[in-house]
């Protein structure tokens, strides 16, 4: 059974046109993709195809204009009522005023549930944070701040994780470190994820399905499936089928 | 560097004092524009001080008073607006209501149901509020849409989001508010003084203007606008310092 499923869904804004007037344009879709229960699926695709609003909407941060989307056959909200999301962008968006250990709290917080010692430190060990557990954000670096976030993201097991472009930010050699991260983090409870992302590598390292979009309107182009095993070592980023997986994609992504 | 623009301030300050000295005793400017030494004299001089003393602090009563409710009410209407968003459009209308209403005009009306002792702190309150209730709104509203994001799917209520973020983040823009509405809360108390009340800078001024104490009229202007001075300066610190503490999210 799929655990998450869009069907029909396009999302529509309203703009100005050249002439002055109101006008709808459709954004997204129509789009309809399943995704399946602790499948970790990237969503690649050109700038302004709508990808984002792909994860806000599974987030119930946006609504669809026509069709549904279903997390577990609900509605997105019911998940946010049951803290069952979780979600990182590619600012941090923590708090700058909580500490580590604070931030990686918060979740616990809001949804009334303890925050043991023992599992904050989990947390924190999960993040590679050990001795940063009274640092602010402004004290760490881009990579370290991500992590957080990410463990943060994980803190309540959420049933789905969201990434959008969450290592955006950070330098070419520091975002082929967090992949790495990224993937034993995830191997050790496995949610279902879907991770927006512009690098074609980073999707083939991390996602077990890859799914393009078009120009916008947003829809389905290609869905993918990525064969390479777990974990995946630095190895593999030097074989000949990542890079002919990478290239395909490449070619794909650029034909418009 | 620092020094050098420390400086430059500095030098301009003792000018500015330097030429006012001279012109004083030129009486270039006549002879209600007193010298500075003259006006230095009246903290000197026994009597004249203890009136000041008595008078400074019940300024500072009804303007601590005034400013202190406005903040706390401008506040707290501001976080109630944000947390009931249906009833935002009408109090935003009626904060600016408030402070269209010219303070001399609101005199009168306080001195009959206020009475005149409690007018100069009525009189202060209210610029205070409309700009507590704006800045905190502005504060409020301004946060980091990223993590308000996190909120909403971390399903957080509206009350959990005000206090364990937006009311944090809103803090500098809070104290911003406040720096500003320091010098509204003096102006308001000096203001409602003039409608009769029984002691207060603002009465020094009325009945030193009547009575053609020109001295005495100087050095009180010059403690109300030390006072409002350092309210501003102690506050802008406070500002600065929240806005370090907090970070990059508090816009």
Same mark, same amino acid.
């Given at each position: 059974?799929?655990?998450?499923?869009l069907v029909g869904v396009t999302r529509s804004f309203l703009r100005r046109s050249a002439a002055g007037r109101r006008e709808s344009f459709t954004a997204l879709g129509p789009l309809d993709l399943q995704i399946g229960d602790g499948e970790f699926v990237a969503l690649i695709g050109a700038s302004g195809c709508g990808k984002?609003?792909? !994860?806000?909407?599974?987030?119930?941060?946006?609504?669809?204009?026509?069709?549904?989307?279903?997390?577990?056959?609900?509605?997105?909200?019911?998940?946010?009522?049951?803290?069952? !999301?979780?979600?990182?962008?590619?600012?941090?968006?923590?708090?700058?005023?909580?500490?580590?250990?604070?931030?990686?709290?918060?979740?616990?917080?809001?949804?009334?549930? *303890?925050?043991?010692?023992?599992?904050?430190?989990?947390?924190?060990?999960?993040?590679?944070?050990?001795?940063?557990?009274?640092?602010?954000? *402004?004290?760490?670096?881009?990579?370290?701040?991500?992590?957080?976030?990410?463990?943060?993201?994980?803190?309540?097991?959420?049933?789905?994780?969201?990434?959008?472009?969450?290592?955006?930010?950070?330098?070419?050699?520091?975002?082929?470190?967090?992949?790495?991260?990224?993937?034993?983090?995830?191997?050790?409870?496995?949610?279902?994820?879907?991770?927006?992302?512009?690098?074609?590598?980073?999707?083939?390292?991390?996602?077990?399905?890859?799914?393009?979009?078009?120009?916008?309107?947003?829809?389905?182009?290609?869905?993918?499936?990525?064969?390479? *095993?777990?974990?995946?070592?630095?190895?593999?980023?030097?074989?000949?089928?990542?890079?002919?997986?990478?290239?395909? !994609?490449? *070619?794909?992504?650029?034909?418009? | 560097?620092?020094?050098?623009?420390?400086? +430059?301030?500095?030098?301009?300050?003792?000018?500015?004092?330097?030429?006012?000295?001279?012109?004083?005793?030129?009486?270039?400017?006549?002879? #209600?524009?007193?010298?500075?030494?003259?006006?230095? /004299?009246?903290?000197?001089?026994?009597?004249?001080?203890?009136?000041?003393?008595?008078?400074? /602090?019940?300024?500072?009563?009804?303007?601590?008073?005034?400013?202190?409710?406005?903040?706390? &009410?401008?506040?707290?209407?501001?976080?109630?607006?944000?947390?009931?968003?249906?009833?935002?459009?009408?109090?935003?209308?009626?904060?600016?209501?408030?402070?269209?209403?010219?303070?001399?005009?609101? =005199?009168?009306?306080?001195?009959?149901?206020?009475?005149?002792?409690? #007018?100069?702190?009525?009189?202060?309150?209210?610029?205070?509020?409309?700009?507590? +209730? #704006?800045? #905190?709104?502005? =504060?409020?509203?301004?946060?980091?849409?990223?993590?308000?994001?996190? &909120?909403?799917?971390?399903?957080?209520?509206?009350?959990?989001?005000?206090?364990?973020?937006?009311?944090?983040?809103?803090?500098?823009?809070?104290?911003?508010?406040?720096?500003?509405?320091?010098?509204?809360?003096?102006? =308001?108390?000096?203001?409602?003084?003039? &409608?009769?009340?029984?002691?207060?800078?603002?009465?020094?001024?009325?009945?030193?203007?009547?009575? &053609?104490?020109?001295?005495?009229?100087?050095?009180?202007?010059?403690?109300?606008?030390?006072?409002?001075?350092?309210?501003?300066?102690?506050?802008?610190?406070?500002?600065?310092?929240?806005?370090?503490?907090?970070?990059?999210?508090?816009?």
């Open positions: 059974m799929a655990a998450l499923a984002s609003t792909v !994860l806000r909407l599974l987030a119930g941060l946006d609504e669809p204009t026509t069709g549904q989307v279903q997390i577990n056959g609900q509605p997105p909200r019911n998940l946010q009522a049951q803290q069952a !999301l979780g979600i990182a962008f590619q600012e941090h968006a923590l708090l700058p005023w909580r500490s580590v250990a604070g931030n990686l709290r918060l979740p616990f917080e809001v949804a009334g549930r *303890a925050a043991t010692d023992e599992r904050i430190g989990e947390l924190i060990a999960l993040a590679g944070l050990k001795g940063f557990e009274h640092a602010r954000p *402004a004290e760490l670096s881009g990579g370290m701040r991500q992590r957080v976030a990410i463990a943060r993201a994980l803190a309540l097991q959420p049933k789905l994780l969201l990434l959008d472009e969450p290592f955006g930010a950070l330098d070419a050699v520091t975002r082929r470190r967090m992949n790495f991260e990224l993937e034993r983090i995830w191997l050790e409870s496995r949610p279902t994820t879907l991770l927006v992302t512009h690098s074609v590598e980073e999707a083939v390292l991390l996602a077990d399905r890859i799914l393009v979009l078009t120009q916008r309107p947003g829809r389905v182009r290609t869905d993918v499936r990525v064969p390479f *095993a777990r974990p995946r070592a630095a190895a593999l980023m030097r074989s000949a089928e990542f890079h002919r997986l990478v290239d395909e !994609l490449t *070619a794909n992504l650029e034909s418009g | 560097m620092r020094l050098r623009a420390a400086i +430059y301030p500095a030098v301009g300050c003792l000018l500015l004092l330097g030429a006012w000295e001279v012109a004083g005793r030129r009486g270039v400017l006549g002879n #209600t524009f007193p010298a500075l030494s003259q006006v230095l /004299a009246v903290y000197a001089d026994g009597p004249r001080r203890a009136l000041l003393g008595r008078s400074l /602090a019940a300024t500072l009563a009804s303007a601590g008073t005034g400013f202190a409710a406005g903040v706390c &009410f401008g506040c707290l209407v501001a976080m109630f607006s944000h947390l009931v968003p249906l009833l935002r459009g009408g109090l935003d209308r009626m904060a600016v209501l408030v402070n269209a209403l010219p303070v001399i005009a609101l =005199g009168p009306v306080l001195i009959i149901t206020a009475g005149r002792e409690d #007018t100069p702190a009525a009189l202060a309150s209210v610029p205070v509020f409309f700009l507590l +209730y #704006t800045a #905190t709104g502005v =504060g409020l509203r301004g946060t980091s849409q990223r993590l308000e994001m996190v &909120f909403t799917t971390l399903g957080a209520s509206r009350w959990q989001r005000l206090a364990k973020f937006e009311a944090l983040a809103a803090l500098p823009s809070v104290l911003s508010g406040m720096k500003i509405a320091a010098s509204s809360a003096m102006i =308001g108390a000096v203001v409602g003084e003039w &409608f009769g009340a029984p002691s207060g800078l603002g009465v020094v001024v009325l009945n030193s203007m009547q009575n &053609f104490q020109i001295p005495l009229l100087w050095a009180t202007v010059l403690v109300i606008a030390l006072i409002t001075l350092s309210g501003y300066g102690l506050l802008s610190l406070a500002e600065r310092a929240a806005r370090r503490k907090l970070g990059e999210c508090a816009a």
